[in-house]
């Protein structure tokens, strides 16, 4: 939603995390704001990742695969912490609170549907009724991240 009104923010840039900050890859972006915009950023998006996959692939080291991970439990350390990854509609934010036990005491998911079905009622003014349908459609939510 932001890269497609100009701003070219991208959490694998402004916080790398994993090995992204071994790829090359550009951060797209468009300038009106429009559903065009959120489209043509969706396709550039595509294209990109697909750069990021045949780095990834050429990089792959040689040898067996370990078929199998050894089951463990993670102990989530006392604390609060929030951690964010990049998602296909955008940040996709972890928010937990541990009492040092195997379970966190409390967590949140901060869900980017969620977050980006806000702006529709800004989006729509101006427009015609049949308009809200596409630009709804160009926020492309997820009514199961809405409903909480």
């Keep these: 939603m932001l890269r497609a009104s100009g701003v070219p923010y991208d959490v694998r840039r402004a916080d790398p995390y994993s090995i992204y900050d071994r790829f090359e890859f550009d951060v797209v ?3 009106h704001g429009d559903v065009y915009d959120r489209y043509l950023v969706r396709l550039d998006e595509i294209r990109q990742s ?3 996959l045949k780095q990834a692939l050429r990089d792959l080291p040689q040898g067996e695969i370990i078929a199998g991970k050894p089951q463990y439990q993670v102990r989530v350390p006392a604390g609060e ?6 998602g296909p509609k955008g940040e996709l934010g972890f928010y937990i609170v541990s009492d040092g036990k ?5 967590y949140h998911v901060r869900a980017p549907s969620f977050i ?3 702006s529709l009622s800004k989006m729509c003014e101006g427009n015609k009724i049949a308009d809200a349908i596409v630009i709804l459609g160009s926020i492309d939510i997820v009514l199961g991240e809405t409903d909480r």
Excluded: D, H, K
């Design 29 to 31: 972006a468009r300038y």
């Design 50 to 52: 697909l750069r990021i």
């Design 81 to 86: 912490a929030y951690g964010r990854v990049e």
């Design 102 to 106: 195997p379970v966190p005491w409390r």
């Design 116 to 118: 980006n079905l806000t």
